[in-house]
């Protein structure tokens, strides 16, 4: 009676479920027409064209080639700032995107923009994507805790050299993550101006004196906020109001 | 493995981690032609050395400076952590100054490093020579010697000190404050200059005031005493409490005493203590035309270059503006409305003032469009007070001109300023190194916003958190209770007594006999049994009974007792109900006696 109503072997039920997933990457794979268009668009040349579509693939599904192939469309459309931006957005969620990296070295040296030196702790952030750091801390750190409270204390299993081991490494991963992670906060306030000559101000109102011209793609450390103004620090060490509409973070989309 | 090495194998982890990230690239490295300039100079000169105390004889507990020369660039030079020092002194690493001398044709630098020296007794103390490496190369530091006496002795002498003076007040973004950097003189009149003075300080801008140098006499040590003074503007670019620092050389009479420092064109180093002030943002409200002027200004008023022009010829409008504020970081105001004319942006005038007082000149170029009498556009200005703590207009007024017919008919035609440099590289676009256009999305992301920064992973954590304590909170209480029964078998008794309970009571609203003397029954063994700490099916008659104290079994709690068990066993072996009169009569003592047996102590 049971064969009738589920005559599925459990390789059959598994064979199912695979066939289930597939099908729906499938269907998701059918849905990505504004990248493709964008890339057509992009190949007939139609460069404003193009960075609508990725603009609108990447409100659909933000994804690192999205952001890569949007920063082509927008320095071929002449828009520097908003290049650098996307460009830095596809290594920020893919940090191995080396045509990402290709077209910001490429695009710096164009422009002669200078690169904003990262600290220690932010150059090694860069190994992984940012949710890494916090998917691998947190498992490092329940998997310490599983290993050091549960296992033997809880469940009461007997402590062995493997799993005092595997805890010490666990552990070790969690430590490292902390510098991983603290790499990722601090790098989540740079931004990239994204107008051509964008005045830094001395004080954060409309009139106040320019102190210099930031150029379009130029990356700066944001350390405040006040009202319609960023305060900033550039690459080369000078301080300075910008306006929030001629700025914006990698990390937080507008 | 034991868990008392899990930390130290994990900590070096970190540690491997940190030195193979923490290079020594990580600070901005000079310009390599400038070092290796600065090098060369080191190389050449003769590396030397020396010492000295800042003053020779000091009070006990009166400040001290212990200052180490040599004649290198200062990151080539390697002290000792610790100095041959004796224990009454207690030396503080200062700052580290640096200048060139003039040595026959070549220069030659001189690195000064501060000690600030805490004495703690009287007597003569030395600190012995010592050697220090520069570029590797050992160098010996002499022996110096510091007398300490009693305070207020005559022969004790003070250090040349160097003071910031600033007005007392409060602050706003954008402000020119006017800041005294002092050099107070020993009380022997040494001092006669100060080299190269500079404040420091984070989010400030320092404009220095040529010619601002002076002598003045200040009172310290309770005495008057001549002080070389020279004024810095800050501007500071951020509101909050800041800190201001300076530091300066000074020229100082040479001495032949071999206790001080003797070398060629050596001059003190001095550091100020630092100074906080508190900064705070302009008021909002700003009149029209502001564009960052704080002081106290008077009227600007317009100085056209002529008051007849022909109409297509450029018009130089002067305006000249007077006072005391950031005048030396002036910006024109935009000229909003120009009827009749086109208008130039304003420039500012070369030799506009740079110190705090004085004034400055902008021109506007306006190019009259039409012939006739027409009056130059009224200029939006204004500045803020921060004396009365308010914006004050400062609108320039129109001056009249005849705009003659124009003398040639050609247009002008008037290139804008301004050229982006960023956008004049990019002309033509330049596509061959970019990278390659992805073909398909493969790296997704919900959000650009890290997960560490969102509240639901914070939340995950701590759910799993409770969890994990409520897991381990259990396993102690199931633990505990392993460890005394009784107290398992006192709530299992309270909760059968319960229920127990619920079913006497609904027997009896039930008006059911046969129910009530069932429950009633068992109440009664739910309610003894953790006073035998035994289970409450196996108890009977007899063990009920001896809970109680034996005059009580004897008297009418016995009865009573030993009547509802034989009401229940009457029923169960007999198949005989009880008489519901009877046992409706026992239901107020039963409950009484439930209640007496459920206050007592086991």
Not at chain 2, 174 to 187: F, S
Not at chain 2, 474 to 483: D, K, N, V
């Amino acid at each position: 009676m049971l064969n009738c109503l589920f005559p599925f072997t459990r390789s059959g039920a598994f064979l199912l479920v695979c066939a289930t997933l597939l099908a729906s990457v499938f269907s998701t794979h059918g849905e990505t027409t504004a990248f493709e268009n964008g890339v057509a668009a992009y190949e007939a040349r139609d460069f404003a064209g193009a960075a609508k579509f990725f603009e609108a693939d990447i409100n659909r599904a933000p994804s690192a080639e999205a952001w890569r192939n949007l920063g082509n469309a927008e320095w071929q459309g002449e828009h520097p700032g908003l290049a650098v931006l996307a460009w830095e957005r596809a290594l920020w969620i893919n940090p191995s995107d080396a045509d990402a990296a290709a077209s910001l070295r490429y695009a710096r040296q164009t422009a002669q923009l200078a690169e904003l030196p990262l600290r220690w702790w932010e150059t090694f952030s860069v190994w992984l994507p940012p949710n890494a750091w916090a998917g691998l801390g947190a498992a490092s750190f329940w998997l310490t805790v599983l290993l050091v409270l549960v296992l033997p204390v809880i469940l009461g299993w007997r402590k062995s050299a493997w799993t005092q081991s595997l805890a010490a490494v666990a552990f070790g991963v969690f430590l490292l993550t902390l510098a991983g992670a603290a790499g990722v906060h601090s790098r989540t306030a740079i931004g990239v101006v994204l107008w051509p000559a964008t005045p830094l101000r001395q004080t954060p109102t409309h009139h106040a004196q320019i102190l210099t011209q930031l150029a379009a793609g130029e990356m700066v450390r944001c350390r405040n906020i006040h009202g319609n103004y960023y305060l900033l620090r550039t690459s080369t060490g000078d301080w300075g109001w910008v306006e929030k509409k001629q700025l914006q973070l990698i990390s937080r989309p507008e | 493995m034991t868990s008392k090495r899990l930390l130290p194998m994990a900590t070096s982890f970190l540690l491997l981690a940190v030195t193979a990230f923490a290079g020594p690239g990580t600070n901005a490295p000079l310009d390599p032609v400038m070092q290796q300039l600065l090098r060369q100079a080191a190389v050449e000169s003769d590396v030397v050395a020396d010492a000295g105390f800042d003053p020779l004889v000091a009070a006990v507990g009166e400040p001290v400076m212990y200052r180490v020369v040599v004649t290198a660039e200062p990151d080539a030079v390697d002290l000792p952590e610790r100095f041959p020092s004796p224990q009454e002194l207690e030396l503080q690493k200062g700052g580290v100054g640096s200048s060139f001398v003039s040595k026959g044709q070549a220069s030659q630098y001189l690195a000064t490093f501060n000690y600030r020296v805490v004495t703690r007794g009287t007597g003569t103390f030395t600190i012995d020579a010592f050697t220090a490496t520069v570029d590797g190369q050992l160098i010996t530091v002499p022996a110096r010697t510091l007398t300490v006496v009693a305070p207020a002795s005559p022969e004790a002498r003070h250090p040349a000190t160097l003071q910031i003076e600033i007005p007392e007040e409060v602050f706003y973004v954008g402000q020119a404050i006017p800041i005294d950097i002092v050099a107070l003189d020993p009380g022997d009149n040494s001092i006669f200059g100060l080299v190269e003075p500079k404040a420091v300080g984070d989010a400030f801008l320092f404009d220095k005031v040529p010619g601002s140098q002076r002598r003045e006499l200040r009172e310290a040590h309770g005495q008057p005493i001549s002080a070389q003074i020279e004024k810095v503007i800050a501007t500071p670019i951020h509101e909050g409490r800041l800190t201001l620092k300076a530091q300066a050389f000074v020229e100082r009479r040479t001495t032949t005493d071999p206790q001080t420092i003797l070398l060629r064109g050596y001059r003190p180093f001095l550091e100020a203590e630092p100074v906080k002030i508190v900064v705070e943002h302009l008021p909002g409200g700003a009149l029209p035309g502001f564009t960052g002027l704080i002081g106290q200004f008077e009227s600007a008023s317009p100085a056209p270059a002529a008051r007849e022009v022909h109409a297509g010829d450029p018009l130089d409008l002067a305006v000249v503006v007077h006072g005391k504020g950031n005048l030396a970081r002036l910006i024109p105001p935009p000229i909003v409305s120009a009827p009749g004319w086109r208008v130039v942006p304003a420039s500012r005038d070369a030799a506009a003032s740079t110190g705090q007082n004085g004034s400055n000149i902008f021109h506007y170029t306006l190019i009259p469009l039409t012939p006739g009498m027409t009056p130059t556009p009224k200029i939006p200005f204004s500045y803020f007070d921060p004396q009365q703590n308010r914006y004050v207009d400062l609108t320039v007024a129109s001056a009249s001109i005849l705009v003659l017919p124009p003398v040639d008919a050609r247009s002008l035609s008037l290139g804008t300023n301004g050229v982006n440099v960023a956008v004049a590289a990019l002309s033509g676009v330049h596509t061959e190194g970019l990278g390659k256009l992805a073909r398909r999305p493969a790296h997704f992301a919900g959000s650009l916003v890290p997960e560490q920064q969102r509240g639901a992973f914070w939340l995950i954590q701590v759910f799993a958190g409770l969890v994990l304590a409520a897991s381990y909170f259990m396993h102690r209480r199931r633990c505990f209770l392993a460890g005394h029964p009784e107290i398992v078998r006192l709530a299992k008794a309270r909760r059968e007594l319960r229920q127990r309970d619920r079913q006497r009571r609904r027997a009896a609203s039930d008006r059911d006999v046969v129910a009530f003397a069932r429950a009633a029954v068992a109440s009664l063994r739910a309610a003894c049994a953790p006073h035998l700490q035994a289970n409450s099916e196996a108890l009977v008659c007899d063990d009920v009974l001896r809970v109680f104290p034996a005059a009580e079994r004897e008297g009418k709690t016995g009865v009573l007792v030993r009547q509802l068990f034989f009401f229940a066993d009457e029923m169960a072996f007999k198949n005989k109900l009880p008489n519901p009169e009877t046992l409706w009569s026992l239901q107020p003592e039963l409950e009484k006696l439930l209640a007496d047996l459920r206050s007592r102590p086991c």
